[in-house]
């Protein structure tokens, strides 16, 4: 069966890096899109990057944007997270997620059209 496995999590002082890992199995992983989502206790889930099959194609939330990079490496079945210059309000769980659709061109932010999810993997960023 499918299975996502996030790893690279940690504690950092603002403006640091981590780098978070999503290893696949079970299935192709070089035909799905897959995202990133973070949740932060007593708030909702919420979609942080994304990128297509392929990895032609990315997408971030605005918070994100310009600090985080995802990208994947089909040949070893994973997808990454490079964050950097983390802030207080980044810290949470983060998890990776697998697009429904086989090989979709478009990004998509909304949680429900992800089938697969990961457990998760902590955050935490001091200031």
């Known amino acids: 069966q499918v299975q996502l496995v996030e790893s690279g999590g940690g504690s950092v002082q603002a403006g640091g890096s981590l780098r978070l890992s999503c290893a696949a199995s079970g299935h192709t992983f070089s035909n799905y899109a897959m995202g990133w989502f973070r949740q932060a ?19 971030y939330a605005d918070s994100v944007k310009g600090r985080f990079t995802i990208s994947r490496d089909n040949s070893k079945n994973t997808v990454y997270l490079q964050m950097n210059s983390l802030r207080p309000e980044d810290a949470a769980v983060y998890s990776c997620a697998r697009d429904r659709a086989y090989r979709r ?23």
């Open 41 to 59: 206790p007593g708030r909702e889930r919420e979609f942080v990057a994304a990128i297509t099959w392929s990895g032609g194609s990315t997408a």
């Open 105 to 127: 061109n478009y990004l998509q932010t909304i949680t429900g059209i992800y089938d697969y999810w990961g457990q998760g993997t902590q955050v935490t960023v001091s200031s």
